[in-house]
């Protein structure tokens, strides 16, 4: 099992801790590791050599699958939600890391990327790419699960509250299935809603979790200057680096929630820093276009 180190941030009537997921590996950091470790091993035991993926033009997962695929020699396809995309390819950090590691893009207009589970499309692309593994968008499926109930480890028994960022719930819900009785997880939803309980009810009985998405900064990857100016000061603060889209939202929910006094008294909460820095380029394009003050 790969351990982290965990620091701790606060001290005092309740302690608030970090584990740094986030420094596994530098190109497959955080949950990416976690999700990929099994659905990898499958692959490199078996005749096909060609993975196939979906995701966005800044998405964490497309850009741990390059990586994937070049340090163990496997073919790498993306299909990326967006067709207007195919011609700025090098204007895009996460698009040209992966070209640079070997992926080959399928560029996709929205409507036909809405299609990504229909069996016609998939036998469309099977037709195109030859035989592949398919990993859903963002990773998730049973052996991603499996490698994220590998998160917590015997020493993160002391705490009360296991904090983590939510997408499709692949991540929270591997915390949940190994949650002592004492724990309870709390998912903060990059994204609105809460839609993600019905995955986690799904892979385990505990019902110790909650979901919440009021540190949602109005949708997925959206943000404003109060989180960039959190991110920044947290940086200065604790020498940590968090990304926009899912580990800001989710401190900034965290600090937020302990002033409100949210966590029993003299509780013990651990934060779960899953990653996802290679977004923050990307994300600094589009701020400097609004005139908005840079992630540092
Ligand atoms: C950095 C980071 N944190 C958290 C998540 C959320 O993970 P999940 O989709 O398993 O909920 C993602 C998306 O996979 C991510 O890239």
Known sequence: MQATNTKLLISGNNTLAIKREDLLFPEISGNKYRKLKYQLAKILASETKTILTFGGAYSNHIAAVAAIGKKHDLRTIGIIRGDELKNSISDNPTLSFAQDHGMNFEFVTREAYRQKESMIFLESLERKHGSFHLIPEGGTNELAIKGCTEILNTEDAQYDYICVPVGTGGTLAGI???????????????????????????????????????????????????????????????????????????????FDLMQKQYFKENSRILAIHTGGLQGIAGMNQTLKKKKLPLIL
Do not use: W
């Open 176 to 254: 949940v299935s190994s949650l002592l009785p004492h724990q309870k997880a709390i998912g903060f939803s990059a994204l609105k809603g809460t839609f993600q309980k019905e995955l986690i009810e799904t892979h385990t009985a505990n019902k110790n979790f909650e979901i919440i998405d009021s540190f949602n900064f109005g949708g997925y990857a959206k943000i404003d200057e109060d989180l960039v100016r959190f991110i920044n000061e947290f940086k200065s603060t604790h020498k940590i680096q968090l990304d926009p889209v899912y580990t800001g939202k989710m401190l900034y929910g965290i």
